[in-house]
């Protein structure tokens, strides 16, 4: 192991001590999702098409791939086996809870509910009522641009190739 990613390392144990001194287990054994990213933009998109008034709630699971800190509001990329939504978290709306982000890393495993809407650039988003993490991550994440090139890692180490490349999940089915 080289030296930055024992470094990186470091880091990410200090969080899980903070994240465990608060009271909050960065490993919870259950979490209750009630759509997968791809369900949710479906079920957001034909309550559109119904024109009800009634906001659409739902809860979902997944891995953080991308983060963007806009002020009082962040934006977070999260992938699962059906694709990739974008969640957002509204300081004025969590309050305390809020400054828990900054224990979250690219990487880690995060589960949300909240209301479904489609933002100004017409992507659907999850505004976030209710967070949680699910599974910290320890190591970092495959480079996102090349993926996986060593031919032997992919073969050998399978888990980082289903999570860098998505057509491996597609030929893994």
Known sequence: ???PEQEFIKVRLGKIESLRARGINPYPA???RTHTSAEAVDLFERSEKDATDEPVKATIA???IARRDMGKATFIDVSDSAGAIQ??????LLSEKYD???YFDIGDWLGASGSLFRTRTRQVTLQVENFEMLCKSLRPLPEKWHGLTDIETRFRQRYLDLISNPGAIKSAR
């Open 1 to 3: 192991m080289t030296q």
């Open 30 to 32: 259950r979490f209750a």
């Open 62 to 64: 997944g891995r953080i």
């Open 87 to 92: 969640i957002m978290f509204r300081e004025n």
């Open 100 to 102: 828990l982000l900054e």
